[in-house]
Structure formats: C-alpha cells, structure tokens
C-alpha cells in the first residue's frame, strides 16, 4: 500500500518493500527448483561461502540451510571448510556427482542469478506500485516542468492525463516540445511517484522471465538502509526476519523511449533457446513508469498493427505474454503510455482506436512572445547577451515569410552563434549579423 509525505515541498509516494520470506515455501519456490539453481550457481563459482551463495541467491541462508543439507546427504555437495561463525561460514563444492547434475540442470536452464519470485507475487506488487496512484496537483507538477516554457491551457492539460493513468497522445508540428514535454512527465513521476521495487527475474508455470535490465532501469538507493558492505553486516541481514526482499530491486520509476526502431517482436517475450529462460519485452519493462513511443507512425511497424497489439491491454490494463510452449499468462500493463508524433492522428489511426487512447494533447507552434521567452531563455543559458534584433531578423527574414517558428530553433541557431564565436576565437555574444550567419546555414531553402 502506498501513501504520501512531503519531501522538499513535493509529495512523494512511499511504497511499501516486500519482505523478505522466513521459508521456501514463502518464497513461492520448490525444493527441486532451488537444488538446480544452488548446484548451477556452485558450479559457476566452484567453490563458494554459504553467506556468499545466500546474497547471490538474494535469499537468506535459514531459506537455503534444508537445501544445501538435502544436496550433501545426497553427495552432490560438499564441505572444504569453514570457521567458528557457523553453517553461513563453510565452504560449499560440488562432488563429481554434484557437477554432473549441474550440468544436466544447465542444459534444462543456463538461469543463474538472483532466484526468481512467483509471478503471483511480481502481479501484486505492480499493483501497489501503479502510475494511478501518485498524488499530482499543479504545484507539484510544475516542478518538473519549470525548465520549459508552455501555454497555462496545456500545462492543465497533462495533470489530468497523468492522473488518469491511461495513454497520452501529444502531436503538433516537429520540433515544439514533444518529446520534452513527455520526458518532464517521467521527470514528475521520479520526483512525486517515490521508488518502486521490480523482480530480477520471476517464475511463471517453470519458466523465467528476467525483468531486471541495468540499461534501463535506475536504481535508487535507499539512505536508511543498511548496504551491509562489511562481512558482519552481511551475516546480520542474512540471519535478521523482517527485512527487504532482496529479490527486489528499488529504482526509479522508469522512463523508457523508444523511437522508429520499435517493431512487433520487441512486444513480445525474447526466448534465448540456448540458455532457456526469457527476457520481459521493453514495454512490460516501463510498468509503474513512462513508455514513451517517440515520433510515433514512423516505426518499422504500421500504427494500426502496434495499436491491434495493444488494444485490448489499453483498455483492461493487463497483457498476455507467450512462453515457447504456446502457453500464455496474464501480467499488469501498469504504466502511462505516451504516443508523441509530427503526423495528424487522423492520418495515422481512425476513431475507433483514438477512442482507446484517452488523452489527447496537441502542441502547436509557439506564438511570438513564447518564442522570445524561449530565445532569451536559451541565450542566459549559453552566455550571451540579450539582442531583440536578432529575433527581429528570424521574424522578417523567415517566419512572416511562410517559415512556422519551431521552439528548437532557439536552441540550434543560438548553439551554432556559438560554435562561430569559439572557431573565431571570439567572447561568445549575440548580434543581428551573427543570427543571420547561423540561420543561413541551419534554416534550408530549397
């Protein structure tokens, strides 16, 4: 269950840590399943300190003792020493028996690593952990939004559909702020959402699913908790009820962007046949956070296959992931959606499926003085002083002529003034005839 506290003038979402289990049996594993992963995980070590195996399992040793005791009666493990400590301090091998079985558990599964928790349990705690839930009003959400400038209407706009927790469609002309606006959203929900916990791996009808992934996912350190660096701390965390679940990983929600490399497979479970376990999609990767598909209706896949894939988890917020058997399990679609696109919806998509995606948010380009506002903005930022005739120029020579302002101009032409400033080896300054010389080599007139 979660709540709210204030936390530097935000209100930040506290969710609550699964515990960790005192038994096997709590932690939703078989003793059949454990042996093999205790015997692979030996294997690649050699030889291991049980206090060693029991944080590399992420399990606490009393779950691992009745194992490791059942694996050396049946002569697949054994003792090569210890010290005083205990049954945590021994030395744990594989006998030749012990490796053969190893093996022949490898080829079964190459999975070693963390163990995995119950597909029950990973549903559960998505749950807990929703984008529903985070507390949003406008003060706090314009915290996040205080590096951009946007019209009063469209900033009301986005709190609502955060709120709601259903998919975002932002569209307008190239080069407005989309993709900004989408990642000052993520911005919010790391900010106001509070950590999350996610599973390395779970288990679902004898099958592993890692959902874990370092090249997406942040992790956030928890201040209050104890990191357990040293050896006695370690065995204290190992040995002490009541503590985390070390299964589960505390990160930041997350915020995952995609762009036109999206296609259908990457919706879908990735198999690796050789090792035999699977990889969570990317989108099953951003739940309880932000998926945003970025210039959408130019994926390799067409805009009505990838909304035909999701159409029913759009609307029932859960989806369906197939194993290599042809079976298939139910899993949370908790996360907010975001489709950002140049092209108008209504060339992309028809009703029926516009319907399904919730909000609807259209950026336009901006109006002169939000232009300024964003102009001088960037300027400050880059050192430069204040020129009202440069924008002058950018309005005589391009836009009242046919050309729409984009805001990203600002940025660009102002950042090739002062890449010329640097090659003349000038002072970084803005004039007329600098904006000039920039946007005649930024702005193409064909």
């Known amino acids: 269950m979660s709540n709210n506290r204030a936390y530097g003038g935000d209100y930040t979402a506290t969710i609550e840590p699964p515990l960790a289990p005192e038994t096997l049996r709590e932690a939703g594993l078989s003793p059949a399943f454990m042996n093999d992963l205790i015997l692979k995980t030996i294997y690649n070590y050699g030889s291991i300190v049980g206090r060693d195996l029991a944080q590399f399992l992420c399990l606490q040793f009393k779950v691992i003792r009745d194992c490791l005791k059942f694996l050396k009666d049946e002569k697949c493990v054994e003792i090569t020493g210890g010290d005083l400590v205990g049954e945590v301090s021994y030395h744990f091998a594989l006998t030749d028996l012990g490796r053969h079985r190893a093996q022949e558990a490898m080829r079964q599964c190459a999975y070693v690593g ?77 900010r106001a959402g509070g950590s999350i916990y996610i599973p390395y791996a779970f288990l679902a009808d004898a099958s592993i699913v890692t959902v874990y992934d370092q090249s997406l996912h ?42 036109g490399e999206l296609n259908l497979e990457m919706l879908d479970l990735r198999y690796n046949a050789e090792a035999n376990f699977y990889q969570a999609p990317i989108h099953f990767k951003a739940n309880g956070g932000v998926f945003l598909i970025d210039d959408f209706g130019r ?78 903005a960037m300027a400050r930022k880059l050192g430069m002083n204040p020129c009202p005739e440069a924008i002058d120029y950018l309005y005589e020579r391009y836009y009242n002529a046919g050309r729409s302002p984009r805001a990203s101009d600002c940025r660009d032409l102002l950042e090739i003034v002062q890449s010329i400033c640097r090659y003349r080896r000038q002072p970084v300054h803005l004039t007329r005839d600098l904006i000039a010389e920039s946007a005649s080599t930024f702005i193409a007139e064909f």
């Open 114 to 190: 963390p163990a995995p928790v119950p597909l029950e349990d990973y549903v559960e705690q998505t749950y807990r952990q929703s984008v529903t839930g985070i507390h949003c009003e406008p003060e706090i959400l314009r915290a996040s939004f205080g590096h951009l400038v946007i019209r009063e209407e469209l900033f009301n706009a986005i709190g609502p559909a955060i709120i709601s927790g259903r998919s975002v469609f932002i569209y307008g002309p190239p080069g407005n702020g989309k993709t900004a606006i989408a990642r000052s959203i993520g911005d919010f929900m790391n």
């Open 299 to 376: 994926q390799l896949v067409s805009p009505k296959e990838l909304l035909n894939r999701w159409i029913l988890p759009l609307e029932d917020r859960h989806d369906f992931l197939t194993v290599a058997s042809g079976k298939k399990f139910q899993v949370p679609f908790e996360q907010l959606i975001i489709f950002s696109t140049n092209l108008d919806p209504k060339d992309l998509v028809d009703d029926a499926f516009l319907r399904r995606i919730r909000h609807k948010v259209q950026i336009h380009a901006p109006t002169r003085d939000v232009y300024e506002k964003i102009f001088n």
């Open 218 to 259: 942040v992790i956030d350190d928890d201040p209050l908790q104890d990191r357990g660096d040293d050896a006695d701390s370690t065995v204290r965390q190992l040995l002490t009820t009541g503590t985390t679940d070390a299964r589960w990983v505390r990160i930041r929600r997350p915020v995952i962007v995609t762009g």
